[in-house]
């Protein structure tokens, strides 16, 4: 943990870094971090207790994972994450060139820091308390690790058009794995759970390389169009047009998964090539929004609770995992208040937790402090 020098500007609650980042990135990389850690593990257990009404049921349905085929608002989460993570990478590589830094220099960097995301990744989700056969090597933040790698590689190495070129590829090659490779005893183009090709490697070649090799480059599309998105950022087009680009970017990716998914369904477990480009239309409307309130309206201010939230992104995850917050909102707003509070327990319990992680955030934010890796 570092203290970051930035210069800043004033806004309702504390300062805002200034133009030296992305602010619209953090806003929405913040919103990506909200939805994908609290909706489903924390508010919907919270929701089921309450009256059957229109209201609480669509929460409830869009903060649940769709089971299989389909997109639920919380789907959105963790590629939005993917996309923006890629995207900051943009910006930083321009960053580290102007400072003088080489392409060896960037590479190592790439390294070192794919490096200590597995790490985390590794402590966080058991280290060494579990016998090897059990430990995960496909979960969130190991891929998270994977895509870092993949997409320093890519921004070293290739061009914008390149890029291009490879996102067509990783669509077109995931798709063809999907529906034309045969599954014995079943055919091909089965995308149920236990007919697709994925379900039968994983489960006839049990061993970590294989679970990597399955679970990891279908999402190196998602870490495609982040660079793209980023590429279109630093150019040197007014904010009004990034602005209108970007609702352009979600006009096309919402409209192309919706219309391949007529034939390849929307699908987070499979990561599809039409979940790909739906997805990636989602997080470019939000990204939109932020960005037209931030850079065209300047109405930065309405979006420091999530600026809070994204500027550190690695440590809001942490947190959120390593501290009993659980325990610390019912010794603030437990059993004692459940007459009060009726059905609507729960619920409070929930928020209470929500406002102790964002305050510890707030204090990160507010002394300048960020965790670089």
């Given at each position: ?116 995301i597995y790490a985390f990744a590794f402590i966080l989700y058991g280290g060494f308390s579990t016998s090897y056969d059990k430990i995960i090597v496909g979960h969130v933040f190991h891929q998270l690790a994977y895509c870092n790698l993949f ?223």
């Amino acid at each position: 943990m570092i203290r970051e020098n930035s210069s800043h500007v004033s806004g309702v609650g504390g300062s805002i870094p200034s133009q030296q980042r992305v602010l619209s990135i953090d806003a929405v990389r913040g919103f990506a971090l909200v939805v994908g850690l609290g909706a489903g593990d924390l508010i919907v257990p919270a929701l089921k207790p309450l009256p059957s009404t229109p209201v609480v049921n669509v929460l409830i349905e869009q903060m649940t994972h769709a089971p299989w085929h389909g997109f639920h608002f919380i789907d959105l989460g963790y590629p939005a994450f993917v996309i923006l993570l890629c995207s900051s990478m943009v910006f930083s590589f321009r960053k580290r060139r102007s400072l003088g830094q080489t392409t060896t220099q960037i590479l190592w960097h790439v390294i070192t820091r794919s490096a200590l995301i597995y790490a985390f990744a590794f402590i966080l989700y058991g280290g060494f308390s579990t016998s090897y056969d059990k430990i995960i090597v496909g979960h969130v933040f190991h891929q998270l690790a994977y895509c870092n790698l993949f997409a320093g590689l890519a921004l070293l190495a290739t061009t914008v058009t390149v890029r291009v070129v490879l996102l067509m590829v990783f669509l077109g090659g995931w798709w063809a794995i999907l529906v034309l490779i045969p599954v014995p005893g079943v055919g091909t183009g089965d995308l149920s759970p236990a007919g697709n090709v994925l379900h039968y490697v994983l489960s006839h070649c049990p061993n970590k390389f294989v679970e990597f090799l399955v679970r990891t480059p279908r999402m190196f599309g998602t870490c495609l169009v982040g660079l793209l998105i980023g590429d279109w950022l630093a150019n040197n087009r007014s904010q009004g047009h990034k602005t209108m680009g970007l609702f352009v970017f979600a006009l096309v990716g919402l409209n192309l998964g919706a219309f391949w998914d007529g034939w390849l369904p929307i699908n987070k477990l499979l990561w599809t090539p039409s979940f790909t480009l739906f997805s990636a239309g989602g997080t470019c409307a939000f990204l939109a929004v932020a960005h037209w309130l931030i850079e065209v309206l300047d109405r930065r201010r309405w979006l420091v609770p999530l600026f809070v939230v994204g500027r550190t992104p690695l440590a809001a995850w942490g947190l959120f995992h390593f501290l009993p917050l659980d325990d610390f909102s019912r010794r603030l707003a437990g059993d004692a208040f459940a007459p009060f509070f009726g059905i609507y327990h729960e619920l409070i319990l929930v928020l209470v937790q929500i406002v102790l992680w964002w305050l510890i955030l707030y204090w990160i934010y507010r002394r300048n402090l960020i965790l670089k890796i």
